[in-house]
């Protein structure tokens, strides 16, 4: 699996064949004695390799030339050295910025880049790498009557070849054997000739060390690919490890030291002219499914990756491009989650908006900007859900001795005098104004006559300086009405903060309840 589909996700990237095959080497060894998960499969993978591939054309450089190359080996060590500081610094965490459904927002739409940049080794003619989606499927279009029949048979042809074997049993490497024959076929019946697009020379023999450049120059030009590439690197692996991880109880993985496996590899891959790696999820459920029980797996890998660029590269010469698109195309269809998106919209259409929203911003202004509005996205949906948390007023069941929200127990009845609420976040400042707010509407809209305000402080998990002005602002508008303020059910940190604030001392000792059913009878038992 790995060859074959190495050597797409180059071309891919914009680069020769013989790079993705370099990044079998040193990434898989080094992720083998650094990382965690006991399957996972590191080496080239089709989405960083198509974001790589976007970020370096912006700037002008033609791929497969050598100043694309240097930029793309360049980027590789600037990621891993920051997927390995991340990784030192024990920030696996920021994996989290981006939520589920952006990332499939994202991915669909990245999948669908991927095909048409596949479309030019599918029909057989150049469509500029340059063009965006929309424009590239409208030059194929308009230049339909230039396909080569023979490309577009041999990629439909290998990927059916792909499918029936995987059916049989997904443990065969149909990609293997579609390279194999592809390659056969194009020898023996002399299809160059007949303007089939093939691979062409491949340097032989194992790469040499060498220093990649990394001038400030060079970090000023590729930063925006190189911060984007290391984001979807960290929740492509990462992710992928824990997935795998969860089918095994013998071992556990280290969000932190999976950064840091992952960083090195690439940085030690990177002296070694290697394309910037990622974990795969094909490859590793296929090594999964194999048997691999421990990272000997991977440096068997690493071994026969060797003797491959020792004895077996000059056979990829007449290897027909359209083969390699085949085997992206049909890798692709696991990045479409149109499932996704048809259960977010049956359940969650907050979060289905949000993924559309992300699928389109890929598609039409491009994978970065689709990143960059990924984790805008996500984190404004969070912001917006603290923003204007759940308040519920309580009352209590009937024949029972707990208190619920009267908007969902129709039965619930509220207690004679007193208004029970429950806030249902941390109070900080993004909220502060809105509880304020929350709660002057409630005493303002209430008809009977209260004489207290009971706060079921249970839900609330943090506060800050100014969620504690907030409570305090509360505490002397109840005042001014003649209202109490009990605050009941504070959890143990929140109590501290209240503590240091002299908050209880204000209050008063015999307004301050460990539970809410205690401070309800302390109220009934002094009315």
Not at 182 to 196: C, E, I, N, R, V
Not at 292 to 303: D, G, P, Q
Not at 499 to 509: N, Y
Request: hydrophobic share 50%.
């Amino acid at each position: 699996m790995l060859i074959p589909q190495g050597m797409a996700y180059a071309v891919l990237a914009g680069l020769p064949p013989i790079y993705g095959l370099y990044g079998g080497l040193i990434p898989i060894l080094l992720y083998a004695f650094f990382g965690t998960s006991r399957q996972l499969s590191i080496g080239p993978v089709a989405v960083s390799s198509i974001v790589l591939a976007e970020g370096i054309s912006r700037l002008g450089v033609e791929p497969f030339s050598t100043e694309f190359i240097g930029y793309a080996i360049a980027a590789g060590l600037l990621i891993g050295l920051c997927q390995m500081i991340l990784g030192l610094l024990k920030m696996g965490f920021l994996v989290n910025f981006l939520s589920q459904p952006v990332i499939a927002g994202f991915t669909s739409a990245a999948a669908f880049i991927i095909l048409a940049s596949q479309l030019s080794d599918l029909l057989g003619f150049i469509i500029p790498r340059e063009f965006n989606l929309f424009e590239k499927i409208g030059y194929a279009t308009q230049n339909f009557g230039q396909t080569n029949w023979i490309s577009v048979v041999m990629c439909t042809g290998a990927m059916a070849i792909m499918l029936l074997l995987k059916k049989i049993n997904k443990a065969i490497p149909g990609a293997l054997i579609v390279v194999i024959l592809g390659t056969l076929l194009s020898y023996f019946l002399d299809l160059p000739a007949y303007d089939l697009r093939i691979v062409g020379l491949v340097p032989e023999g194992l790469p040499a060390f060498q220093i990649p450049d990394i001038s400030i120059e060079t970090l000023q030009k590729i930063f925006p690919t190189v911060l984007t590439v290391t984001i979807i690197g960290i929740i492509e692996s990462i992710g992928i490890a824990k997935s795998i991880d969860a089918k095994h109880q013998d071992y556990t993985i280290k969000p932190n030291q999976e950064l840091f496996a992952i960083g090195i590899s690439k940085i030690g891959g990177a002296f070694f002219q290697s394309m910037p790696t990622s974990a795969s999820f094909t490859r590793s459920a296929i090594n999964n499914e194999s048997g691999a029980r421990t990272t000997i797996a991977s440096l068997v890998t690493f071994s026969l990756m060797v003797l491959t660029l020792l004895f077996l590269v000059p056979i990829f010469y007449y290897l027909p491009k359209a083969i390699l698109a085949a085997i992206i195309l049909l890798a692709i269809r696991s990045l479409i989650e149109y499932e996704k998106a048809i259960d977010l919209w049956k359940k969650h259409r907050r979060e289905f908006m949000l993924m559309m929203a992300t699928f389109f911003t890929t598609l039409t202004l491009g994978i970065e900007e689709g990143v960059i509005a990924g984790v805008i996205l996500s984190i404004a949906n969070v912001l917006h859900r603290s923003s204007a948390p759940h308040v519920a007023v309580l009352g209590i069941v009937p024949g029972k001795t707990y208190y619920r929200s009267i908007d969902r127990f129709d039965s619930a009845k509220q207690e004679n005098n007193a208004l029970i609420i429950r806030f249902d976040n941390q109070l900080f400042f993004i909220n502060a104004s809105f509880f304020k707010d929350r709660v002057k509407d409630l005493i303002n809209e209430e008809e009977r006559p209260l004489k207290v305000l009971i706060l079921d402080a249970k839900s609330i998990h943090h506060m800050d300086s100014t969620g504690m002005a907030a409570l305090r602002d509360i505490h002397l508008f109840l005042e001014g009405k003649g209202i109490a303020l009990f605050v009941c059910g504070a959890i143990g940190p929140v109590r501290d903060i209240l503590k240091r604030e002299k908050f209880i001392e204000e209050l008063g000792e015999n307004r301050w309840f460990l539970s809410l059913r205690e401070g309800i009878d302390y109220f009934k038992g002094n009315d």
